[in-house]
């Protein structure tokens, strides 16, 4: 392994590290804030992308010459992908996620013919768990490979521990208990399709078992959190494998953007929060992420259980959901309601002091954004790993509730009645105020741990020095 030697006025040689990110925005947002970390602590950093991606990732990033962006041609013709969905965000349906993985799957030789070229600089390759091949990579060129995946080490040691009890009931919906974790209750529909069944096999199966070895396989496992806020959880994940650093929450990382511009400087929701903050109305913001695809039917239901609430609120829609419900609720909801139909950037909305109770589908960075925003978060899991997240939220953090479904079920239909009943009691009740009082705390251990001296400080100054060493 070798190390760049420093061109500035340092004398201590410079770590160069590669990362290469996963092409969805909650993947790759992640590591673009452990890059300033990094950045902070005189790492060099290569990051590896596609062009359709580039613009997204050199925009979120302060321009530096420590820093570059190397774009490997995106795969054509990928079956079912059309041209220019670079990233998971922009297929029209998650059926698309296995080609679109198994398509990008032939960047592997143009990443090596760039690795080629300088691969004797390069101390260490952070890439995400789904780019399982960058693992062979890796080893061709004698650089170690840490995996990181954005999850909890909640989600992460509660699916491992699950796997055993998957096959053990007919019905999907019967409780198991954990071998591990005696005290949570879980059924297989708090997994997705095939971890729902009862014999887990196919293609996405084969997926996730490919990475999860070359996970194992790799020098260790950056977790997107921090070891106060789940320390069974990570010890218990770190006793499965190798090595673990618990680095975050990223997102602090992010310096937030200043909060007293002038107004021509503000997006035009900021000003509308900040018109509802000088009213004292609390504003309810709601997202559920870059992925999650609802139904119209669904849609509809949140729009009534909104309207039904009266309290103020601030949606974010995908362009493909508009306009799905009937022609007077916009005009109905003006006074106290706003619905952005474009990206918007959630952890300033989430920071700005209006903004007291996120709904949410629990996405591992949104939950984290929630809790150093200190927004107590009424939890709507959608897919993937979110239903183990929205039970970590309400059961062992206790800093949200979860909406009820109404056939009780984890993936069931939500009725507005019960929307209502739960935005309500989160932004006006008292479990709300014994959910702002928890979210502060949490908040407040985060930021100890990121800051000089706390857990996550230590553990990433831990991984910079043991790649120093080699
Ligand atoms: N995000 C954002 N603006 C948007 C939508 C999403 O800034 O309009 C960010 C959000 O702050 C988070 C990420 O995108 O950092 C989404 O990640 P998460 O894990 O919450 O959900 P996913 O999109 O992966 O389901």
Redesign the pocket.
């Known amino acids: 392994m070798a190390v760049l030697s420093s061109s500035s006025s340092s004398r201590a040689p410079k770590l160069h590290m590669v990362l290469f990110p996963f092409m969805?925005?909650?993947?790759t947002?992640?590591l673009l804030h452990l890059a300033r970390l990094l950045l902070d602590r005189g790492v060099l950093i290569t990051i590896f992308t596609t062009p359709g991606n580039h613009p997204f990732i050199s925009h979120s990033l302060p321009g530096t010459e420590n820093i570059s962006i190397i774009d490997l041609p995106f795969p054509e013709n990928i079956p079912g992908i059309p041209p220019g969905a670079e990233s998971t965000?922009k297929l029209s349906s998650m059926s698309l996620f296995l080609p679109f993985v198994n398509g990008i799957k032939c960047m592997q030789r143009f990443f090596e013919e760039a690795l080629e070229k300088i691969h004797s600089q390069v101390s260490c390759i952070i890439s995400d768990g789904f780019l399982h091949w960058t693992l062979q990579s890796a080893s061709k060129f004698g650089i170690p490979r840490v995996s990181f995946y954005?999850m909890s080490n909640y989600a992460n040691a509660v699916s491992m521990d699950a796997a055993a009890m998957l096959s053990i009931h007919e019905s999907p919906d019967e409780p198991f208990t954990l071998p591990s974790f005696p005290s949570i209750t879980l059924t297989r529909n708090h997994f997705d399709d095939p971890f729902d069944k009862r014999d887990q096999k196919g293609p996405y199966f084969d997926f996730i078992i490919e990475s999860t070895i070359a996970t194992v396989n790799s020098f260790g496992f950056l977790v997107n959190s921090f070891y106060e806020l789940e320390k069974p959880y990570a010890d218990h994940y770190r006793g499965l494998n190798n090595k673990s650093w618990n680095v975050g929450p990223l997102?602090l990382a992010q310096p937030p953007n200043p909060k007293h511009l002038p107004s021509d400087e503000k997006p035009e929701w900021i000003l509308w929060l900040d018109q509802k903050l000088a009213e004292a109305r609390p504003v309810l913001y709601i997202?559920?992420?870059?992925?999650?695809k609802i139904s119209s039917a669904q849609l509809k239901e949140i729009a009534f259980g909104l309207e039904e609430a009266k309290v103020s609120f601030f949606w974010?829609v995908k362009k493909s959901e508009e306009e799905v419900w009937d022609d007077g609720f916009e005009d109905r909801v003006k006074e106290r309601g706003i619905i952005?139909k474009?990206?918007?950037?959630?952890?300033e909305i989430?920071e700005h002091d209006a903004v007291q109770g996120f709904l949410?589908?629990?996405?591992?960075?949104?939950?984290l954004?929630g809790i150093c925003a200190e927004v107590p978060i009424v939890a709507w899991p959608?897919?993937?790993d979110?239903f183990l997240n929205a039970k970590m939220v309400e059961e062992e953090i206790k800093i949200g509730v979860r909406v009820n479904t109404v056939d009780g079920t984890p993936k069931g239909f939500v009725r507005r009645e019960s929307l209502k009943n739960t935005v309500v009691e989160v932004m006006e009740g008292e479990k709300g105020k014994e959910l702002r009082d928890k979210v502060k705390e949490v908040a407040e251990e985060a930021r100890k741990a990121m800051a000089e001296g706390g857990s996550s400080w230590h553990e990433l100054n831990g991984i910079v020095d043991e790649i120093h060493m080699g």
């Open positions: 969805s925005k909650g993947h947002i992640p965000d954005g997102c997202a559920f992420g870059s992925q999650a974010v952005v474009e990206w918007v950037d959630q952890r989430l949410s589908h629990c996405g591992w960075n949104s939950v954004e959608m897919m993937a979110q």
